[in-house]
């Protein structure tokens, strides 16, 4: 089997990557390396579609989605949070301090500030310029790897072989007031199964929950493929649709399988998957379905 631990993330996020395996080889839980590991792209203002700095929705305002899941299938989520840098801590709070496992908006956030978390303003000078300059034409399209290297979703493997994983976003660019994506939607965005593997997702979000992405990849592993394979085949589940425009869109998945294989196959060119394991952190570029 493949050494462990182990990290990987979607896009390139070697910083995410190398504070998730600094957890882990000082004996913390997959759980701890996941959460601590998005928190590093939350609080990187510079990363316009996570956490403080994300780009807004169309009415400026910066709502998160974010989710967490653990080795026993258990889970939280917020969806529409606003104010809160670190969404992926509260959607941890949810699923260890409450009976419940998403919570959305307003109730989210005052959930958070119940626990301790700070209420900031989220909107850099850098995003008000761009969601400003959008304004002018306001013209809503996905556009294909706007996001990047920034929404960021993570999956590790600690010593005990137990699998954990999260996923935290600010959600597209100039989204309709009130948009959820796939990120929090236990799943969609994220499916963790510790017997089997986990598999996370980025992209146009509509897509994946229309597929429920990340559980397809989960249990086509289980029925024996590999991670590749299996992201492959999600992907193709989209593209082959009748009628799919997936030209103009883009979906990745990064998958890991309890023996410590890694995939991740995207529609599009660009995407790419940070793997940490064997003491080596490293960008890996995804192949790709439209070539
Ligand atoms: C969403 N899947 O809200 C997210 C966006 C994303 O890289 O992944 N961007 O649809």
């Known amino acids: 089997p493949a050494s462990l631990p182990l990290v990987i993330a979607t896009w390139h996020v070697m910083d995410a990557t190398a504070k998730a395996m600094e957890v882990l080889q000082a004996g913390g839980n997959a759980l701890d390396a996941v959460e601590q590991g998005c928190m590093v792209e939350e609080a990187n203002e510079k990363g316009q579609s996570v956490g403080?700095?994300?780009?807004?929705?169309?009415?400026?305002?910066?709502?998160?989605?974010?989710?967490?899941?653990?080795?026993?299938?258990?889970?939280?989520?917020?969806?529409?949070?606003?104010?809160?840098?670190?969404?992926?801590?509260?959607a941890r709070k949810v699923m260890e301090d409450t009976p419940h496992v998403m919570l959305a908006g307003e109730g989210a956030k005052q959930f958070a500030m119940s626990k301790g978390f700070q209420p900031e303003d989220l909107l850099t000078e850098a995003s008000k310029e761009a969601w400003e300059k959008w304004k002018v034409e306001a013209k809503y399209k996905p556009i294909i790897n706007i996001e990047n290297h920034d929404t960021i979703g993570m999956l590790a493997i600690d010593n005990n072989g137990d699998i954990s994983g999260a996923c935290t976003t600010s959600g597209l660019a100039y989204k309709l007031g009130g948009r959820v994506g796939d990120s929090p939607i236990i799943g969609s965005g994220l499916f963790v199964d510790n017997e089997i593997g986990a598999c996370v997702a980025t992209g146009l979000g509509e897509e994946v929950v229309k597929t429920v992405g990340s559980f397809l990849v989960v249990e086509l592993m289980r029925q024996g493929k590999s991670p590749q394979e299996a992201c492959e085949e999600a992907i193709s589940r989209i593209v082959n649709k009748p009628n799919s425009d997936y030209k103009n869109f883009q979906v990745g998945y990064i998958a890991v399988n309890k023996k410590g294989e890694t995939g991740s196959y995207a529609i599009h060119q660009w995407f790419s998957m940070t793997k940490f394991q064997n003491g080596v952190n490293e960008q890996i570029q995804s192949d790709y379905y439209h070539k």
């Not at 305002?61 to 939280?76: E, F, Q, R, S």
């Open 52 to 90: 403080k700095g994300g780009l807004p929705d169309r009415d400026g305002n910066v709502t998160l989605d974010a989710c967490i899941m653990n080795k026993h299938g258990n889970c939280g989520s917020v969806v529409y949070l606003q104010n809160i840098t670190h969404a992926v801590s509260v």
